[in-house]
C-alpha cells in the first residue's frame, strides 16, 4: 500500500515563527501536494510539484513556500506564521502527469498559530 | 466543486437505505473525477473513479454518474452502513499543462442506526 507520511500530527507555533511542515511518501510518485482544508471550504491546493526542484503554485499560495530536493520528500514552509494560517494541512502524492490518477493522502497536520 | 461556503452540507440516512450524494462541478474541461472518503481524523481517501468517456461507473456497493451537459457528479451508496458516516468530497482533474485536483466543499454522511 502506498504510505505518505506526515511528521506531526499537531503542531502549535507562535504568530511570526517560521513553521515547516514535512511530507514523505514511499511510492515513487512523480507528484506531491499541499492543501489546507478548513471547514465548510473543502480542501484548497496550497504549491504542488511534479519533480525535484520544480514547483507550481496553487490556488493560494500566498504566505507559503516549498521545497523539493528529493522524490520522496515534499516540505511545506511558512516564513513567518500568521494565525489565518492555523488549519489542517494535507499532504497528497500520485503517479503520473496524465490527469487521470487518483491521490493518497497522509492522515494531516493540524497547525494552530497563536 | 460544490459552491464554497462555511455550510458543510449534510446528509441523514437510516441505516440500510440507499444514499446519494451529489456534486457540481466547475470546469468543461475537466476529464476525470473522483469521490473521496474522509474519516474523523484521517486524510481523504479514494472511493470511484469515472473518466469524461463515461456516464455511469460501479463499484462494490458504490456507483458514480456523471452528466457532462449540466456538470453534475453524483455518488449512490447502496445499503448504507454506519461505517459509511464519513464527509465525501468529489474532486475534477484539470489540465494545467500537467493537472491538479481541485475539490468541492464536501458533504457530511450521517448514517443513523
Known amino acids: 500500500d502506498v504510505k505518505v507520511t506526515q511528521s506531526s500530527r499537531y503542531l502549535v507555533k507562535r504568530t511570526g515563527e517560521k513553521v515547516f511542515l514535512e511530507c514523505v511518501q514511499d511510492?515513487?510518485?512523480?507528484?506531491m501536494f499541499w492543501y489546507r482544508q478548513d471547514p465548510g471550504l473543502g480542501l484548497r491546493l496550497i504549491y504542488f510539484s511534479y519533480d525535484v526542484k520544480m514547483k507550481e503554485k496553487g490556488d493560494i499560495p500566498e504566505g507559503y513556500s516549498v521545497s523539493r530536493e528529493k522524490k520522496e520528500r515534499f516540505s511545506l514552509i511558512l516564513e513567518s506564521a500568521s494565525t489565518n494560517q492555523t488549519s489542517m494541512y494535507l499532504c497528497?502524492?500520485?503517479?503520473?502527469?496524465?490527469?487521470?490518477?487518483?491521490?493518497?493522502f497522509g492522515s494531516g497536520t493540524q497547525l494552530s498559530v497563536l | 466543486g460544490e459552491s464554497v461556503g462555511l455550510h458543510l452540507p449534510t446528509l441523514s440516512v437510516q441505516e440500510g437505505d440507499n444514499s446519494i450524494i451529489n456534486c457540481a462541478y466547475s470546469n468543461s474541461a475537466s476529464d476525470y473525477f473522483i469521490w473521496y472518503k474522509q474519516e474523523s481524523g484521517k486524510g481523504p481517501q479514494f472511493i470511484i473513479d469515472i473518466r469524461s468517456n463515461m456516464d455511469k461507473r460501479q463499484g462494490q456497493r458504490v456507483t458514480v454518474l456523471l452528466n457532462k451537459t449540466v456538470k453534475h457528479l453524483s455518488l449512490q451508496i447502496a445499503a448504507t452502513q454506519p461505517g459509511d458516516s464519513a464527509v465525501y468530497f468529489c474532486a475534477e482533474n484539470i489540465n494545467t499543462g500537467g493537472f491538479k485536483t481541485i475539490f468541492g466543499a464536501g458533504t457530511r454522511l450521517f448514517v443513523k442506526a
Open positions: 511510492m515513487d510518485h512523480e507528484n
Open positions: 497528497a502524492s500520485s503517479f503520473s502527469r496524465q490527469g487521470d490518477e487518483k491521490l493518497f
